[in-house]
């Protein structure tokens, strides 16, 4: 899928793998596991998916320690998907910014913009706003007033910081996200809905990422919270005051209601729903569709999914339940029958 010329001995080096068979095989490319190709290298985390492609025409297959012989040329690591990912690092480097300023950029005379920042053309930086050194505003984006952010941080194109958001060090905020807009905060009345002034911010902590088009509200009083590490993927709301633990990660099209709390190491599988104030304990993983309903407390290191949400078991139970509904009631309907011609012969007299 991707062409090169490389030994099996040089894949080895930059993964710290141990190679068994023959080290100078030449790599013409690397793929993927959907799409093994003759004379490519790929990875496989188990033996499942090592038996799959141990049948194609890949040369070379990166694996677990545990698998030690094979057809195919092999680099046994401990951590297959990371020595996979430590490869495309390698050949495929991040893409370097020349840290100068547009031309055409608005910079407010009050900003304080630190060394080696790249800022692209119609940029917009309010009053007071502090950026990084080596940070990177690539173009359109927008950052409000006195919004803090770190160094080595990328913001991608016409993103939208609001005023007082706090951004930490080497985050990453994809195309088209909105960062600090009004949560959604209502009084309703006889009359109208009246608005809910929302006067808190949103802190963003080392080493998150946000995918494209996702959007995190301010909180009405205090801070939204972002924790250290977390990664959150693309189309995904995040009301106001919701506070998530480090290193948690939420797939696409996730909506988390007004005072949620998400632990540490939570994953979030995709579409998920949490209505208001919903607390998700640490390690916590949530299968994608899931929906939770107001005030929901989920304990940690638990599985659950479903709408409502329960533990994976009592939801396999109920699952295989609604599977067999069909014949169980065909059984019904024979039972039914029997004890009908059971209570003719009795002479028991119908219920009415």
């Known amino acids: 899928m991707i062409p090169m010329r490389k030994t099996v001995e040089e894949f080895a080096k930059m993964i710290g793998g141990t190679v068994v068979g023959d080290a100078s095989t030449v790599i013409e490319g690397i793929t993927n596991f959907e799409n093994p190709l003759k004379g490519h290298i790929s990875f496989v985390q188990d033996e499942k998916g090592f038996r799959s492609l141990e049948t194609s025409e890949i040369a070379c297959i990166i694996v677990p320690k545990q698998i030690k012989q094979s057809s195919k040329v092999l680099i046994q690591v401990e951590y297959p998907k990371r020595a996979w990912a430590q490869i495309l690092r390698e050949l495929f ?14 910079i407010a005379k009050t900003a304080k913009i630190g060394k080696d920042v790249t800022i692209e053309s119609f940029v917009t930086v309010c009053d007071h706003a502090v950026i990084g050194d080596r940070s990177v505003l690539r173009a359109h984006a927008f950052v409000g007033e006195n919004v803090k952010i770190g160094s080595h941080c990328v913001i991608h194109p016409n993103v939208t910081i609001y005023e007082n958001s706090e951004l930490g060090t080497n985050v990453v ?20 809905h009246e608005k809910l ?3 808190g911010n949103v802190v963003i902590e080392d080493d998150v990422e946000i995918g494209a088009c996702s959007t995190i509200d301010r909180a009405a009083i205090g801070s939204t919270r972002i924790g250290k590490g977390c990664k959150i993927d693309n189309l995904v709301q995040i009301a106001h005051n919701v506070v998530i633990g480090p290193h948690t990660v939420i797939s696409a099209q996730t909506g988390i209601s007004g005072s949620c709390k998400i632990g540490s ?29 107001s005030n929901k407390k989920v304990p940690g290191k638990q599985i659950y999914f479903g709408q409502p949400a329960r533990p994976y078991q009592e939801m396999r139970k109920q699952f295989g339940a609604q599977l067999r ?22 002479g028991i007299p119908s219920p009415k």
């Open 325 to 346: 509904a069909a014949e169980t009631l065909d059984d019904v309907r024979v039972l039914r029958k029997k004890v009908a011609e059971l209570e003719k012969k009795l």
């Open 93 to 106: 480097p991040a893409k370097k910014f020349p840290g100068t300023i547009a031309s055409n950029a608005s």
């Open 197 to 199: 002034p929302q006067i």
């Open 173 to 192: 905020v994809h195309a088209g996200t909105v960062i600090g807009a009004d949560g959604f905060g209502y009084v309703a009345t006889p009359a109208a």
């Open 265 to 293: 190491h939570v994953t979030m599988g995709g579409s998920v729903g949490l209505g208001d104030h919903v607390e998700i304990g640490d390690w916590a993983m949530i299968g994608a569709g899931a929906g939770f309903p």
